[in-house]
């Protein structure tokens, strides 16, 4: 089935620091979404992306849907404590009703 | 908007009981819903596809007469895990897509189950 690698696993990283992680498949996707979980809750939507070569921002945070249709990677500029918190890419190929997920970014900030 | 209700966010519980998880799309309608299982430090597992008005459609490997999904309204979901045991504690998450076209998933804060 399909699978999405997702990298890195974890970040530690010092408040202010620029962020990136990306995630790749083997297989085309038709749209490609960025969430992020805190603990004990759900997992919130940061950036939605439709279009192969589409780059969106949302604050501090960018996303690009990869050309190839196989990747695409999210960046937060100048991290702050509370960018904590696990982020995962999620899949979708064109005609699927579901998601298919990252194993997820950790990311830890150090004050 | 797009916001997405699950309730309980916990239950605490002694084994052989059944359990009930409500989802609610608040603020749209949802044809489609979807419930994940959690289990600590990984992703999130699709268990099935829930449709509203038909029977739901479970991932392998999932016990349909376990976790009986019902999909009764467009704005509502549930998740019944029947007959509770210690292992099927986890952290359950519903998400809910808007009808319109090339809408994203929204989530739910999840419920934390655990049986004891």
């Known amino acids: 089935g399909q699978q999405l690698n997702q990298s890195p696993q974890s970040m530690f990283i010092q408040e202010g620091e620029d962020v990136s992680m990306n995630c790749t498949s083997s297989s085309i996707f038709n749209t490609w979404l960025w969430y992020k979980q805190e603990p004990g809750e759900g997992p919130v939507l940061l950036i939605a992306?439709?279009?192969?070569?589409e780059l969106t921002s949302n604050g501090r945070l960018t996303a690009q849907f990869g050309i190839t249709r196989k990747d695409s990677f999210l960046n937060i500029s100048a991290s702050i404590p509370s960018d904590v918190g696990i982020y995962f890419c999620?899949?979708?190929?064109?005609?699927?009703?579901?998601?298919?997920f990252g194993q997820g970014t950790r990311l830890t900030i150090n004050p | 908007g797009a916001v997405v209700s699950q309730h309980p966010s916990r239950v605490i519980c002694k084994s052989g009981t059944s359990v009930k998880i409500e989802c609610r799309s608040l603020?749209?309608?949802?044809?489609?819903m979807f419930w994940y299982r959690q289990f600590p430090k990984q992703s999130l597992m699709l268990m099935a596809t829930?449709?509203?008005?038909?029977?739901?459609?479970?991932e392998q490997g999932v016990e349909k007469d376990k976790f009986l999904i019902n999909h009764a309204s467009l704005t509502l979901s549930t998740l019944t895990v029947t007959s509770a045991h210690p292992e099927d504690s986890s952290f359950y998450i519903c998400?809910?897509?808007?009808?319109?076209?090339?809408?994203?998933?929204?989530f739910g804060d999840g419920t934390r189950l655990s049986i004891l």
């Open positions: 992306l439709y279009k192969a070569g």
């Open positions: 603020d749209f309608q949802a044809t489609t």
């Open positions: 998400s809910a897509r808007d009808e319109g076209f090339g809408q994203p998933q929204h």
């Open positions: 999620a899949g979708q190929i064109q005609g699927a009703q579901k998601l298919v």
């Open positions: 829930s449709n509203e008005g038909s029977k739901a459609t479970y």
